[in-house]
Structure formats: structure tokens, C-alpha cells
């Protein structure tokens, strides 16, 4: 599929620009752009050249005004039909091109929140002209109307989909467009690089002070740097919005399901005195703090003949695979055995945390490690505060998002292919290799930073990203 190489003129800022240069499909869409469940007020949305035009066909506004008339950021109270009965009364609001989120005429329908009601105002829109939205579509046409860069665009979806501040931050720090900024910025020099390097291509006798093997391999190297920091944030970043997977274990009896109702909240768990009660991995999503934990509660670990116990055993080693962040439980009472140290030991290069529980039964200290540690008595516990210090020391406190990070797995890996391009680059100019073969790496990497905010991007890349969002935004 051919590159929108237009799209380069993006200033990132999210302001109106001028039309580009090529054509964009001009029909009218229309969708619901509120959930799919009854509610106080449900809002259609129109955008497209003859959403005006529609809206003033089904609308008939109580003070008289045509909505072919009104202006931009205007409202007008009345009501709609569909030809043969009057269907509710609404307001409607007019945003006029491009000051309107796609960069469109858009006409907003804001009416009582019955799913029926709500699809037959939409069938009516429909009937006099419009065509069904596609998942994304509204956002794909502000991309594409250079009202919002694809990395911005991304960024919507994370905001609808935040449940918690941490979460929020980032997504509407990333919405800012800062990511666009910084890729511009380094893209920008690897183009002084590529310009100083043809420059030099063409007068080799005489070299630019930057391309001298210290100061090129220097700068080359400092990119590479600030290209790789930027994806280890992106983990950071993953973390934070999509959840912690975070797994139980410990030994029969220790009370790992008295701890997964604890951090629940509720009885989630069977907890029983009987060891071996939990044979199957039973996972919850919980909020701890600004933190959200996908946990998943395991068999006890401990040698067994118990064929379904065994199978139970397996699982929860699984699970320890996945895990970013393993919570060991062990009965203070019954005190640290040979075989919770072997469990620790193939726990160690993950984020772990020894939860010494049963304090209640027991005055028991906890031995001295490097794994941090958090005593409790689970089934009375109601604080979370010793675990949430825990979460903080090992993710972040969540409130640093004023540095620029990829936010989709398509971003991070653009900047992952670009460090490679920069690091091959700068290995051939610390070996001392023919400069002319470090242009093509150069370019490479430049043109994987313009693909993350939609510059030289396919048909396919933009129909991918889109896909994800639901119809209506």
C-alpha cells in the first residue's frame, strides 16, 4: 500500500492545517457515541459534509433557527421526527469545520438514554443520508484531517479505557502529544547526521567537525541510549495500564487464599484448615492503591502422589513464568522450611515480596533477606498500606509521566527497530568502517520514529490502529 507521505506537515499541536494533499473519503457517518445501555441521555454523533443538512431534515429547533444556519459551538433545543411522528426532544449542537474533533461539519444529537429510542434517532439518520461509523472512525478522520498525530490518536483509547489515575495520567499525557515531540526531535538529528554525511559524500576531502569518529560515535551512542530509555519505559507504562500479573504461592495451609481475600475484599477463596484445599489457579483482578493486580491464587507447593493436586502444582509454576510479581506466603507460625527457600530461589530475578502471614498465631520474626516483607494476619487484615509501599518501591509511585513513552506495542516496537539501526550505525563508526554505509541505517531509523506518528504510514498500519477503538469514537 502507498505511504500518506502528506502527512508530514503534522505540527503535532493539534491545531487546524491545511488540507493535504491527498483525498480522504468524504461520505457522512454517524454512530452512537455513548455505551450501549440505557441511561439518562444517549449523544449521536454526525460528522462529514452532510451532516448539516441531515440534521436540519430530522430537527426542527423550538426558536425557529435552521441548523444549516447556526454557527459553530452553538446549541438549540428541540425536536426530532422521522417524517410521520415526533421521536423525542433533544439538544443538538453544532461544530463547524475544521474547529470540530474530526476536522468535519459534526453535528452532536443529545437525547433520553433509551437503547430503543436512541437507535431509532440513529435509524432516522441513516434514512436521510448518513453511512454507519466504523470501529474508530471519528478519531481515524481527525488523523487523518491532521487535527490529532497517530500516537495521539493511540492515546484516546488509554484514556477511555483508564480505571484508575496512574492510568488516566499517562493515557492524557500521551494525548498531549509529547511522544510526536520527542520523535521529531531525534529523528531531526539523525537528518543533520544523514545531510552532514551526504555533504561529505560529495567533497570527501573535506570532513564535517561532526561526523569525526569521536564526536559521531558519541552522539550515535547517546541516541541509541535515549531510544532504549524510552522503551524500558514503555514496560513501565505497560504495567500501570494493562495490570500487574501477580501470583500466590506458597506451601499448603500457609494461607494464600486468606490472602487473596484479603486484597479482594471478599471471600474469594475457599479457606479451610484442610492442606491441599486449592487445586485450581483462581485468578481476580484487584485494586491496591494506584496499583491494579491481575491475581491469581494456586495450588500449595509440596510433593503429592494426588494426581489433580499435581496438575494443580504444575499450574501454579506456570503462572510463575508469566508473573511480574510473585507474593510468597509463609505461615509464621510453621516459620521459613528448606523447601519455601528452594521456591525462593527459582523466584529470584522477579519482583518478589515475602507476605509473613499468621501473625496473629505467632510472634515469630521473619529471617533477614533481600526480598522486602510485609506481615499480616490476612484474615483480619484490612490495611493494604504495608503492600502499597511494596508496589511503589518496585513500579513507581505512578505520578511520574512527564517523560515521553511509547504507549502501544506498534510504538515500542518502532523505537526498538530504530535503536538497532542507530546501534548498528554507531558499532560501524567505532570500528572505524566507510561512513557511507552508515547512511542507510540512519535512514532507517528516521523513518521508523516518522511511522510512530503517522508520517510515511500504509493503509494498513492506520486500518490496524484504528480497528481497535469502538464505533462511535
Known amino acids: 500500500m502507498p505511504a500518506f507521505t502528506a502527512r508530514s506537515t503534522f505540527n503535532g499541536s493539534g491545531g ?22 440505557a441511561g439518562g441521555i444517549a449523544m449521536i454523533r454526525i460528522s462529514g459534509p452532510e451532516s448539516l443538512r441531515i440534521a436540519d431534515d430530522i430537527f426542527t ?86 487535527k490529532l498525530s497517530l500516537s495521539q490518536a493511540e492515546a484516546v483509547m488509554d484514556v477511555i479505557q483508564a480505571d484508575g489515575e496512574s492510568e488516566l495520567r499517562l493515557a492524557n499525557y500521551a494525548k498531549s502529544g509529547r511522544l510526536g515531540t520527542e520523535m521529531e526531535h531525534i529523528s531531526g538529528e539523525l537528518v543533520d547526521l544523514m545531510s552532514a554525511l551526504a555533504y561529505w559524500l560529495d567533497d570527501a576531502e573535506e570532513c ?145 515480596v515475602l507476605i509473613w502471614n499468621k501473625t496473629d498465631l505467632s510472634q515469630t520474626l521473619p529471617p533477614q533477606t533481600d526480598i522486602p516483607v510485609v506481615q499480616i494476619a490476612a484474615i483480619h487484615e484490612k490495611s493494604t498500606e504495608q503492600l502499597e509501599k511494596v508496589l511503589s518501591a518496585f513500579f513507581g509511585g505512578g505520578a511520574n509521566v512527564t517523560a515521553a513513552a511509547p504507549i502501544t506495542e506498534r510504538q515500542n516496537l518502532l523505537i526498538c ?3 538497532e539501526a542507530v546501534k548498528h550505525a554507531s558499532d560501524m563508526a567505532e570500528c572505524g568502517a566507510e561512513m557511507d554505509m552508515m547512511y542507510a541505517d540512519l535512514e532507517r531509523a528516521a523513518k521508523c520514529l516518522r511511522e510512530i506518528e503517522g508520517k510515511e504510514v500504509t493503509d494498513d498500519v492506520i486500518d490496524g490502529v484504528f480497528s481497535k477503538f469502538c464505533v462511535g469514537k
Open 16 to 37: 487546524a492545517l491545511p488540507p493535504f494533499l491527498f483525498e480522504v473519503n468524504m461520505k457522512t457517518i454517524a454512530a452512537i457515541s455513548t455505551p450501549d445501555a
Open 208 to 352: 564535517p567537525p561532526e561526523l569525526e569518529r569521536g564526536t559521531l560515535t558519541a552522539q550515535l551512542s547517546r541516541i541509541y541510549a535515549h531510544l532504549r530509555e524510552m522503551s524500558a519505559r514503555y514496560q513501565d507504562g505497560l504495567v500501570l495500564r494493562s495490570g500487574i500479573r501477580t501470583v500466590l504461592l506458597g506451601k499448603p495451609n500457609a494461607g494464600k487464599s486468606s490472602v487473596m481475600n484479603w486484597l479482594c475484599g471478599t471471600n474469594r477463596s475457599i479457606v479451610t484448615e484442610i492442606a491441599g484445599t486449592t487445586r485450581d489457579v483462581v485468578t481476580e483482578q484487584v485494586k491496591i492503591g494506584l496499583y491494579t493486580l491481575i491475581l491469581s491464587d494456586t495450588a500449595g507447593l509440596r510433593e503429592t502422589e494426588n494426581a489433580i493436586e499435581a496438575i494443580g502444582i504444575s499450574q501454579a509454576y506456570l503462572e510463575l513464568d508469566k508473573a511480574d510479581l510473585v507474593l510468597y506466603v509463609v505461615d509464621a507460625d510453621a516459620g521459613m522450611s528448606a523447601e519455601d527457600l528452594d521456591v525462593l530461589e527459582k523466584c529470584r530475578g522477579r519482583r518478589t
Open 417 to 419: 527497530r530504530a535503536a
Open 61 to 146: 429547533a423550538v426558536n425557529g433557527t435552521k441548523v444549516t444556519e447556526m454557527r459553530g459551538y452553538t446549541c438549540a433545543y428541540g425536536t426530532v421526527s422521522d417524517g410521520s411522528e415526533i421521536l423525542d426532544d433533544v439538544v443538538l449542537t453544532v461544530f463547524r469545520a475544521p474547529h470540530s474533533y474530526t476536522g468535519e461539519d459534526t453535528v452532536e444529537i443529545t437525547c433520553h438514554g433509551g437503547i430503543y429510542l436512541t437507535k431509532r434517532i440513529l435509524m432516522t439518520v441513516y434514512l436521510h443520508g448518513a453511512d454507519p461509523a466504523g470501529a474508530g472512525e471519528f478519531t481515524k478522520r481527525a488523523f487523518l484531517n491532521g
